[in-house]
């Protein structure tokens, strides 16, 4: 933060009221001794931290990642200044041989999507693992030197979720052996596809493969959409970008129609299943879950990224009110004059504290399901590898449950849709938690939050995803009935509960952390076996109980979530012993919290009784929050945020709030340097720069 | 440019025909249910009239604002804002218009706070001679005033503001300043560029008879103070004021910070109509209730509540309407395998967020109703002198407040998501609408710190109900003593909410009531301290509130006299209870507590819900229809009345979006941003 600099000397000499933010602060981190180092190392490593320091350097060296007026600038110039940013950083990445790992640093240090986005994440991945040998040389080759710049178009106007209704069409024509890419409708047009609009001259375009009038589904094709010198659309292909966006406005999200455009045979990737130009027939595709393989490793990506995501906001949340103060407590005594932290008032507490231990809760899980994930994966590739012959069928009849990844993948489904919408919901949560402040783009949260929430409708809508766990969990209910050998959690759970539900369960949650997590499962497989009952004894449809379904995957989520995060804290011998007894507290007030807000399934399966239920609000939850509240600045400390990232006056880490925001207001400010007239009388608007008249932007 | 776009249509079944479909399946009586709901004061015949002037002003064409910077989105401000009042003068338009019409343009004025704070609080504030001399200007909008009350550090608690105005006998004169940083007034709208006056709210700092140089603080109170000149429109001096930069929302409005450096204003700028400092012998007139300084404040609650329920119904409208239009997915128990996607409204999962939502638009409008016709009822008798109900205004209006508006900010985003992606997209109508109203939960108190309030007030209702001296003083305590009989010896009815709606009433009266013992029990009884009991009292107040919302939604199904059909009366019923059930059940455990609703009732009602919103979803398009919001204030490609959804979206993304009139060069080895300008990576460093 630069000193004040354009007001007068009587405004520069002024200091906040005291006691000031730094001394706040610097109380609030004396009345800890939690040892943040040793936390932020526990979370990230000590190799990831010290990679993160070198990139941020990196980057504060360079003006053109300088943030001051991001929270100024219309769509165009910020469309522009991201581009300008996206170049800068692969020169730099170039220039520093960065990996594709410390990419990720960077990005995250800049916080913002940049053009180069879907180029990097999906294009390049996609030609990688979908491309046939000779489509790796002439397409992934040219795509790593950003000669090709390419984008995945899948989402169509009408379609999501649900790619089996895409409308594009890709028709093989046996005579002269290519494809004819075409948008029968409104409808087929591509839509929010990133960097499509203005930046890629390629597109990964998911089309309905037709061959002699038969449909074979959805295939991916890669098709050349610009011309490469002079960057217009080419003949036949109308592309262009949709407009601004809720956040995301540094990206050029596009849409994409086709005219009957012909393309080559190589343009179907062709790793999987293809076309064979001398038959004119479909080669149906060799292993398809691998395919899936890839999504369930992006969900454990953002399980994670949920994690840290609401970290940033829980971190300036937290500062903040730990250096608001408002209202004297209405039982302190006579002499004491000043106001009270906002973060001592239990209804604060109750906001933000419940969201810290969900941010530990969710890194732990997604770390844990990467662990898994990558064991699994290792074992399995080594037995595909073994018996390529026999090819899977579809991804939800084919596994059996015996497959440990076939559970990651159902139940990934299920905590991507709840840890992003949990960090989603948690930002906003955060942002009003900062009062009035909160809504200032200082603040640092809104802008962050708009460009989140985009993440609870990708990958699989949060609420259409759900009914994949559920189908997943009546399976695994069936075979349990039909007495096979439980052969995963899921289905070691449900068998668990099986032959004890006539027993009950009297589960032990106010004493013992393992009981907290058996009645997470309880609760999970009661919801199971009742859904169970209600499909094939009452023979409901399937629509009628898609609410009872959203329930049960959002149930097993959090049994998942907090199994990790016991598993984490209960295995580990890296932390001294008051911090991980802290970090018991945490996984505590995270599950009772969790307990209590959906006391009436742990009621009525019987989970907990209604006299436990009442304990863990009035008692446990209230005593946990007074005992972490002392740790909280510092347990935000250990997420490890440089001030340059969070970009926010109430996050600062040397507490100076009030300083900051007076200096953004007054001399980053570009709307202060114009004077008006303010007299409606008069058609003058602006007293300087009037010449750029605002009807030609409207 | 004519291309080849032009000729494709979305696929079958477009919007336009499922829409009609839905119309033609339902009997609601559309212009008798919008006359039923908006007739008050001519409200939809002002909508109309108003509409048919912005909407062919290409000033107040909103499709292309989303891309401006935050400069040009103020100049574009201000310049409508003088236009509407161009208009005001041009077409005798009264108060009431002017508002209608902002309320069209969708787009915050930043003369707002000069038209609803500033000029409220002369009006009620100022004694006659101030009025005097104050309104001609401000009528003529020679004075353009903004309200200073929020600091830097000081939001909700105005007794903790800095800002302080000495009184200096000898001058006559006060002296206002601001000693710290933190003492900067902050986020006070029109305050940052548009106005040259302002009401500035500031410690009255009296000095101690005797003891020179002390002071003794008297509380805050208003000061009108000229902060610009009238002719350079350039701050005077010893005053720093500016605009405190960009927010989550409200883009063209220019909230301010000021500060004050020994500032001397003259005595008449003190607002005298409560209370005085006698400008010969320095004496201090207390006011006769010093929680008259708080008359404006809620004011502006009960209009954000009257406000609340028409940003739900906008919200409803386009998801209501979009969700039909929107197909994904076969029903899996469909044995056709060529049936086309199911409607989205058609599922549970959607209907459950967007069906008891539509509901609660109609509880929050019978609400408004009863609380307009309190304050006006109030404010008669505080002209009167008399402040005693005030208390119970104010009580009530903090509550409703908080749980009104929370539940219309939420409603936003639940619609929103209920969207799935074009949610996201600015065309979906509720970007610039969740940006500008999700200020509301934490404007004019926090929603939270509010609820306190209520609930205070409540407790001591309880406390008197207990102590029972005489008479009840007022309704509230009398439904408490009843409670307390209830509670000792007299059983209480077994109620039966599916049978008898007014036993849906007395169960949420019911379950209020025990949250106000309890919190009494717990606060008075056994001591606890007030912090420990904060978010026990948040529920006590939105128990209050839930149960004022479900009393007056009730009590407007009963008038005989409103002349409502038969027919749409049972839909009005159906709504009714949709809104109440659905509440009811997201609070089971409460109404379980207070005996208000048995165990056995309450496993039953999430079937009750999906039971009321089956008999709901054929209607649900009529009754959006019947809020009447017109498509230009909607700005919503998917909420549009005509259903063509996928067609304005493409227009808007290919016709009307500035972005694509710019070639942009990709490569990262040229550093050439645009494509063809030949500039280099200069042009964007000079605006960083």
């Not at chain 1, 409901?540 to 995060?565: C, E, G, I, P």
């Not at chain 2, 109309?48 to 935050?70: A, C, G, H, W, Y």
Request: with cysteine; proline share 4%; net charge neutral.
């Amino acid at each position: 933060m630069a000193a004040v600099k354009n007001a007068p000397q009587w405004v520069r000499d002024l200091k906040p009221a005291s006691p000031t933010g730094p001394e706040l602060l610097e109380q609030e981190r004396k009345s800890s001794n939690v040892n943040v180092d040793q936390l932020a190392n526990f979370l990230f490593t000590k190799e990831a931290r010290e990679k993160k320091r070198k990139i941020l350097k990196l980057l504060q060296d360079d003006k053109v990642f300088d943030k001051s007026q991001n929270y100024f600038a219309g769509r165009i110039d910020r469309f522009e200044t991201a581009l300008a940013r996206a170049k800068a950083l692969q020169k730099l990445a170039v220039k520093h041989g960065l990996d594709d790992d410390e990419k990720k640093i960077a990005e995250l240090l800049i916080s913002e999507p940049g053009p180069y986005g879907l180029h990097e994440h999906m294009f390049l991945v996609t030609l990688r693992d979908q491309g046939s040998e000779e489509q790796r040389e002439k397409f992934f080759k040219p795509a790593q030197a950003y000669k090709i710049i390419g984008c995945y178009a899948q989402t169509e106007l009408g379609h999501g979720s649900n790619v089996r209704g895409l409308e594009t069409t890709a028709t093989w024509n046996s005579d002269d052996k290519t494809f004819t890419l075409h948008s029968p409708h409104l409808t087929a047009s591509k839509w929010w596809i990133g960097s499509l609009g203005r930046t890629a001259n390629h597109a990964v375009v998911m089309a309905q493969l037709v061959i002699d009038g038969k449909g074979y589904g959805p295939h991916p094709f890669v098709v050349q959409i610009r011309d490469l010198k002079t960057h217009q659309a080419l003949e036949g292909v109308h592309v262009g970008d949709i407009g601004p966006k809720f956040g995301y406005n540094t990206m050029d999200n596009g849409y994409l129609l086709f005219n009957k455009v012909k393309i080559p045979h190589i343009s179907m990737l062709a790793r999987f299943s293809s076309v064979d130009a001398k038959t004119n027939k479909y080669v149906r595709p060799s292993s398809p879950s691998l395919v899936y393989g890839t999504l369930t490793w992006i969900r454990s990506t953002i399980v994670m990224q949920a994690g840290s995501v609401l970290a940033r906001g829980v971190t300036i949340a937290t500062r903040y009110c730990a250096v608001r103060r408002q209202f004297q407590d209405r039982d302190a005594p006579e002499w004491e004059k000043g106001e009270n932290q906002v973060l001592n008032y239990t209804m604060v507490q109750i906001r933000l504290l419940p969201l810290l231990a969900a941010t530990f809760a969710l890194h732990f899980t997604g770390k844990g399901m990467q662990a898994l994930y990558e064991a699994n994966h290792k074992k399995m590739a080594q037995k595909t590898s073994d018996s390529n012959t026999t090819r899977g069928t579809g991804p939800e009849e084919t596994q059996s449950s015996s497959d440990l990844l076939a559970d990651l993948h159902a139940t990934s489904c299920g905590l991507k849709s709840l840890a992003s919408s949990v960090a989603a919901e948690g930002l906003e949560v955060c942002r009003r938690a900062c009062g009035g402040h909160g809504y200032s783009s200082f603040g640092g949260i809104g802008a962050w939050y708009a460009d989140y929430l985009p993440t609870a409708t990708w990958e699989g809508d949060n609420y259409m995803l759900t009914q994949q766990v559920a189908r997943y969990m009546l399976k695994s209910a069936r075979s349990v009935l039909q007495g096979q050998e439980p052969s995963n959690d899921t289905t070691a759970v449900l068998s668990w509960y099986h032959k004890r539900q006539d027993q009950g369960a009297a589960f032990d949650i106010l004493g013992k952390d393992e009981d907290i997590v058996s009645a997470f499962a309880w609760r999970s497989a009661y919801l199971t076996f009742e859904a169970l009952k209600h499909r094939e004894e009452q023979k409901r449809t399937w629509n009628s109980l898609l609410v009872d379904f959203y329930r049960l995957s959002k149930a097993h989520s959090q049994y998942m979530v907090v199994k990790n995060f016991h598993e984490t804290i209960a295995t580990n011998n890296n932390l001294d012993p008051e911090t991980l007894s802290l970090l018991h507290k945490l996984f505590r007030l995270y599950a009772l919290h969790t307990l209590e807000t959906e006391s009436a399934e742990f009621f009525t399966s019987a989970a907990a009784t209604v006299r436990q239920i009442q304990l863990a609000r009035s008692k446990a939850v209230m005593t946990l929050m007074e005992e972490i509240r002392p740790h909280a600045v510092r347990l935000v400390d250990s997420w490890d945020f440089p001030d340059w990232q969070l970009d926010s006056s109430l996050g600062r880490y040397d507490g100076k709030v009030y300083e900051d925001m007076f200096y953004r207001a007054n001399d980053l400010n570009p709307l202060n340097r114009v004077d008006i007239d303010p007299y409606p009388d008069s058609a003058t608007l602006f007293r300087k720069n009037e010449s750029d008249g605002l009807k030609s932007k409207l | 440019m004519p291309d080849f776009t032009d000729r494709l249509k979305p696929a079958a079944p477009d919007g336009t025909t499922v829409l009609a479909q839905e119309r033609g399946q339902s009997d609601v009586p559309v212009d008798e249910l919008a006359k039923h709901l908006l007739s008050n004061d001519d409200f939809l015949g002002r909508q109309e009239r108003m509409l048919r002037i912005v909407e062919k002003d290409p000033l107040f064409n909103k499709t292309k604002q989303f891309n401006l910077s935050r400069p040009d989105r103020f100049k574009l401000g201000l310049a409508r804002g003088k236009k509407l009042r161009r208009y005001s003068d041009q077409y005798g338009w009264d108060a009431k218009d002017h508002e209608m019409a902002v309320y069209l343009c969708d787009d915050v004025t930043p003369y707002m706070v000069h038209y609803a704070m500033f000029i409220t609080t002369v009006r009620e504030q100022a004694n006659d001679e101030q009025r005097a001399y104050w309104s001609p200007k401000i009528d003529a909008m020679e004075v353009i005033g903004c309200y200073a009350q929020t600091e830097l550090g000081h939001g909700s608690n105005v007794r903790g503001l800095e800002c302080q105005a000495f009184w200096d006998p000898k001058a006559k004169e006060f002296i206002i300043h601001s000693p710290t940083l933190t003492a900067s007034k902050w986020w006070n709208g029109t305050m940052g560029r548009t106005a040259n006056h302002a009401i500035v709210m500031a410690q009255l700092m009296l000095p101690k008879e005797g003891s020179p140089g002390e002071y003794t603080s008297r509380g805050p109170h208003t000061f009108v103070v000229q902060i610009r000149d009238m002719k350079t429109h350039k701050p005077l001096d010893g005053i720093a004021v500016g605009d405190i930069g960009p927010k989550y929302g409200y883009a063209p409005m220019d909230n301010g910070y000021m500060l004050f450096d020994r500032h001397r204003v003259p005595h008449s700028a003190m607002l005298s109509r409560y209370s005085r400092v006698d400008p010969n012998t320095s004496e201090y007139t207390k006011p006769a209730n010093p929680a008259v300084v708080y008359g404006s404040l809620t004011y502006v609650r009960a209009t954000i509540i009257m406000h609340a329920r028409l940003i739900i119904a906008r919200a409803v409208t386009i998801a209501v309407r979009y969700t039909c239009v929107r197909r994904q997915f076969q029903d899996r128990d469909s044995k056709d395998a060529k049936a086309p996607e199911l409607c989205v409204l058609d599922y549970p999962t959607v209907q459950i967020r967007i069906l008891p939502l539509l509901a609660t638009a109609f509880a929050l409008h019978y609400t408004g109703e009863a609380m307009q016709s309190l304050y006006w009822n109030t404010r008669e008798e505080i002209n009167q002198g008399n402040f005693g109900r005030l208390a119970v205004l104010h009580a009530q209006s903090s509550g409703l407040k908080s749980l009104c508006t929370e539940l219309a900010a939420n409603s936003i985003e639940t619609c929103r998501r209920a969207m799935g992606g074009h949610g996201f997209g600015g065309p979906s109508g509720f970007i610039q609408l969740n940006n500008d109203y999700l200020s509301k939960p934490t404007v004019e108190g926090d929603n939270w710190m509010i609820t306190q309030q209520t609930a205070s007030f409540l407790i001591k209702r309880m406390q008197a109900a207990v102590d029972r001296k005489g008479k009840p003083q007022d309704e509230i305590e009398g439904h408490c003593r009843q409670y307390l009989d209830e509670k000792n010896g007299y059983k209480p009815s077994q109620l039966r909410v599916f049978d008898r709606d007014e036993d849906i009433v007395e169960a949420f009266r019911r379950r209020s009531r025990d949250q106000t013992y309890r919190a009494h029990v717990a606060r008075n009884e056994q001591k606890q301290s007030w912090n420990s009991l904060l978010i026990q009292l948040r529920r006590v107040s939105h128990s209050e509130s839930q149960s004022i919302l479900v009393q007056n939604f009730y009590n407007a199904l009963q008038q005989k006299d409103s002349a409502v059909s038969s027919t749409l009366h049972a839909h009005l019923r159906t709504l009714f209870r949709l809104f109440a059930f659905y509440t009811m059940d997201s609070e089971a455990r409460d109404f379980s507590r207070a005996k208000a609703v048995s165990d056995d009732d309450l496993d039953k009602i999430p079937a009750k819900i999906q039971e009321l919103m089956a008999q709901v979803r054929p209607h649900a398009v009529r009754l959006v229809d019947s809020w009447k919001i017109p498509d230009f204030l909607l700005d919503s490609a998917l909420g549009r009345y005509d259903g063509k959804v996928y067609e304005d979206l493409f227009n808007r993304a290919h016709r009307l979006n500035p972005l694509n009139e710019i070639t942009f060069n990709p490569y990262y080895k040229e550093e050439e941003i645009v494509k063809g300008s030949g500039e280099n990576i200069d042009s964007i460093l000079a605006k960083l």
